[in-house]
């Protein structure tokens, strides 16, 4: 049976790196023999908006919600739209329409990277951050009032439910049971944020009742921060809210160096709908257009998505490669970015070939 | 004409750093012949509200309104009072009552301290982070609903003012312009809190309008924490909302080895109300009693609160002196944190015998 993945490229360098991330993935389906059957979208990125007045064609929601999978480049061209509009008239929406509660990304210190932090190698860092993915901070209900004078004030509200909070807690328990630590910390900011942040903990303390072999610890998302540079080896599995999720994975890449080339997936568990494989990294409209994006970011993020097909070997020998090409080093075929001289191409081919 | 100064030591290593503090005040102000009257409040302590069930006495803003400065330990105590109640109890209410709108951090790598960052020398980093200090994601506005059933949900406002935004905004714009690369950077997340951060994105630029020789860029905060890993050397003046400021002025100082050295000041810029000046280190249960507690954090706030109060030479003098003790390095004098041997006392005593 063919899985159907639905391919969008987005803008920018999503539509450089996006053939490389296919190209890994057709290798790694000839050589596991998975039949995958890829469904290209032209929506979903600026131009499309400049042309039609929104991002995504009314029926985007069917025309995509029986696909297995999404598999996602990046989103964004400020110089075109305004991020806040591209954003949530696209990625935003998938994570919401199609309750991808999720959003996991490992942060792991590859070999040949080089850290930024002063002395910490291959096997010292190595955890997943959790970020809710649906609710919290990132809410749609707020607004302006006493417009374009003096008295101008805008709220937003944060929004978390015990079914949002509890349902992204136990899939973190969940997984930190499958980690040799059995360790969950948990990003907090209950002692200024005084409503919502308190709830989180409350919920935290609840759920870790059911869950007695796990060790569980919290820390305000400022010290946190601190922690993820000074103790990097301290976390296994760190779980967050939408805004604390999304700041933390994106440090926690950069303390290993792979900012370019971390993966994320967005989740539906229970598979009611299809989850969406994007890399870490935007559209970088800077370097767009040069062929030079690294595209191991994309690569990485199939290796997460044959995982969650259910071929976990396919999936291990996508990241293995990773790993021998960049332990070779070779100058050649590397992108600038992780101190080589070679291209998009010629790293992603190196990557397909080894698989 | 004696400047009166209340004194609040607070929990835990409050109350040990606290001494070390007013040791070296009182080595400047006699150097430099400056009169400074010191008075000892013991409310805003976690003992405090074990006794009166509450953190403050009922007329805390009339004992302290007419102060010339507060000089402040750390508060909290988890095991005693949940920290939004501490805190909010105490200064929290501080910076909100007498509109202390601007906390102020420096995030310098000294002499003698090890920035965990690979490669960083003393030099390469040094800007300062203004955080708004009254409003924003700090509200405490929202509340609960069907609580104790499945249906749970919590909300919580965040609130920014044009009136808040602009006179944080024109502060760090003013100190920019008197900064030698006259750069400001703003953090923002315009591109997922959709409503109050596309309002603070647009007052920036029209702050920016009257301040043309002022080079302005901004980044979201989940890549902006990224790169203060990643290009320390970038940032000159950091503006950031009450959580954003409150992320990025633990992970600065962690950056730069010191965030158990690193001072803040709480300033209401008019003088309208007492200016509070405390270390960004907390109260630190885990090591409080056993006198090891590094005080520079609390020193070099007093050096903050001096040139507040119009004395930028006496103010000079304690931090040149805070890096003679460091760049010496004398092991039996350094507490443990930065590799030494030493007690708070001994090198509290050390910093000051230099001033
Ligand atoms: C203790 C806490 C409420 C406080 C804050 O978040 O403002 C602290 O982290 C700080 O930065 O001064
Ligand atoms: C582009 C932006 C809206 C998005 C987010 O904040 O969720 C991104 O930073 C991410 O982490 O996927």
């Not at 999978?69 to 008239?89: E, M, N, Q, T």
Request: glycine content about 10%; hydrophobic content about 40%; aromatic content about 10%.
């Amino acid at each position: 049976m063919a899985h159907r993945i639905a391919v969008i490229a987005g803008d920018g360098i999503g539509t450089e790196v996006m053939p490389e991330g296919l190209r890994a993935l057709d290798a790694a389906a000839k050589r596991f023999d998975i039949d995958l059957e890829f469904t290209t979208f032209e929506f979903g990125n600026c131009d499309y908006y400049l042309e039609h007045g929104k991002m995504m064609p009314d029926d985007w929601f069917e025309q995509l919600k029986d696909f297995d999978a999404l598999f996602y480049g990046a989103v964004g061209w400020p110089d075109k739209v305004p991020d806040h509009i591209s954003l949530w008239g696209s990625l935003l929406q998938f994570r919401r329409q199609f309750d991808q509660y999720i959003n996991l990304r490992p942060c792991k210190l590859m070999p040949g990277i080089k850290s930024p932090l002063a002395g910490r190698e291959p096997g010292d860092i190595d955890f997943f951050v959790v970020r809710e993915n649906t609710e919290g901070e990132y809410s749609s209900i707020g607004g302006k009032m006493f417009e374009g004078t003096e008295r101008e004030i805008v709220v937003q509200e944060t929004v978390m439910s015990r079914t949002g909070v509890d349902r992204v807690l136990k899939y973190a328990f969940d997984l930190a049971q499958t980690r040799p630590r059995k360790k969950l910390t948990s990003a907090t900011k209950s002692n200024g944020i005084s409503i919502t942040m308190p709830y989180w903990d409350e919920r935290v303390l609840e759920m870790a009742k059911q869950y007695p072999d796990i060790s569980v610890d919290k820390f305000h998302i400022d010290i946190l921060t601190a922690n993820f540079v000074l103790h990097p080896d301290w976390f296994d599995v760190v779980v967050g809210s939408n805004l604390f999720g999304d700041i933390l994975s994106d440090l926690g890449p950069a303390c290993t160096g792979t900012i370019g080339i971390a993966p994320s997936a967005n989740i539906n568990p229970e598979g009611k709908f299809p989850s969406l494989f994007e890399p870490v990294h935007g559209s970088a409209p800077d370097i767009a257009g040069k062929g030079i994006a690294n595209p191991i970011g994309q690569i990485w993020s199939g290796a997460m998505m044959l995982e969650h097909l259910g071929y976990k070997e396919a999936s291990d020998a996508m990241v293995a490669a990773i790993e021998e090409v960049l332990a070779e080093g070779n100058q050649s075929v590397l992108t600038g970015d992780i101190g080589g001289k070679g291209t998009t191409k010629t790293l992603g081919e190196a990557i397909a070939d080894t698989i």
